[in-house]
């Protein structure tokens, strides 16, 4: 696991999630159809099965919860948890607009202090959510200490920027003409291979640790100039509109070359992990 926390403290890297996090909680886009497959095989992973319990940590607006709701049925149950009240409040209203009533949202504040009853959950989850935390060990540990004994875990993560060229291509050249690059990833934590997950899950004391990295096929835009527009579009403000040109013109190339046959279709490398608590 690469861990940079930056001058501060893990209070300081949530309160800056929460802010951040709290800006996209009504557009997120947890329902999009590309993300459908991760929540598909990381519930599958999980094994999730009609009647079971189920924790589902840094839950955003519901995904993977919603589905594992449909799944556990009306002897299940379902809890989701985030960081961000916005996240908390989107996803209760999409409960509440499937009818589902086995499933319940709540804020944390502190993913290393998650307060569950202990030995509880027969399955838990964690989607796309622990790059984002400053202590991912400590969230494992909790969801470990929660799960009865045989109890399923199954976690997720973008695979690192350099696995999706067109993504970091545009911010090598905001590098190269700008001096430096505007859209600063802002995750402390970054999982470079399936491995890094792995150990995650067999440091927290999980066995049956295995894991996986999964491809999705995402069409980015229609074209290449659609896409710089709308990537650089609030970068080049600052900027002369003759270097924004410069910038738009190269970048367009690039985005053309990068699959070879100009297509614009990005396959998302996807890191999972999954375990089973041996109580
Ligand atoms: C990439 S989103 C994933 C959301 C959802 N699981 C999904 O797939 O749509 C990351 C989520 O992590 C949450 N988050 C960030 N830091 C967190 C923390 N320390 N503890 C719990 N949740 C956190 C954010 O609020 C956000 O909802």
């Not at 696991?1 to 009504?26: C, F, H, I, K, M």
């Not at 989107?90 to 307060?115: C, K, M, T």
């Not at 622990?130 to 991912?136: A, G, S, T, Y």
């Not at 993560?157 to 970091?168: D, N, Q, T, V």
Request: aromatic content about 4%; charged content about 25%.
């Amino acid at each position: 696991v690469n861990q940079t926390l930056p001058d501060g403290s893990a209070e300081a890297v949530r309160a800056q999630q929460l802010e951040e996090w709290a800006e996209v909680a009504r557009s997120w886009c947890g329902f999009d159809p590309e993300n459908r497959p991760i929540t598909d095989r990381l519930v599958q992973r999980a094994d999730i099965r009609p009647g079971d319990t189920v924790v589902d940590l840094a839950c955003g607006t519901g995904m993977p919860a919603l589905i594992e709701a449909e799944m556990v049925g009306p002897t299940g149950h379902v809890l989701g948890l985030d960081l961000v009240p916005g996240m908390v409040e989107e996803a209760r209203r999409q409960a509440a607009s499937r009818s589902l009533s086995n499933v319940e949202f709540r804020v944390i504040s502190d993913e290393g202090r998650l307060d569950l009853s202990e030995a509880f959950y027969d399955a838990a989850t964690c989607k796309h959510g622990l790059m984002w935390m400053p202590n991912p060990p400590g969230a494992m540990a909790e969801l470990c200490k929660a799960l009865r004994p045989g109890g399923r875990v199954a976690v997720s993560s973008w695979a690192p920027p350099e696995r999706h060229p067109l993504m970091s291509i545009v911010s090598e050249l905001q590098l190269r003409l700008l001096g430096y690059r505007p859209m600063q990833p802002s995750t402390p934590v970054t999982f470079d291979s399936e491995g890094s997950l792995r150990s995650l899950l067999l440091e927290a004391g999980y066995l049956n640790v295995d894991s996986e990295t999964m491809t999705i096929p995402v069409t980015l835009a229609a074209s290449a100039e659609e896409f710089v527009e709308a990537e650089l579009a609030e970068d080049t403000r600052a900027i002369s509109a003759e270097t924004a040109e410069q910038l738009r013109r190269e970048a367009i190339e690039h985005v053309r070359a990068v699959n070879g046959d100009g297509s614009l279709v990005l396959d998302l490398a996807v890191l999972l992990s999954w375990g089973v608590n041996p109580g």
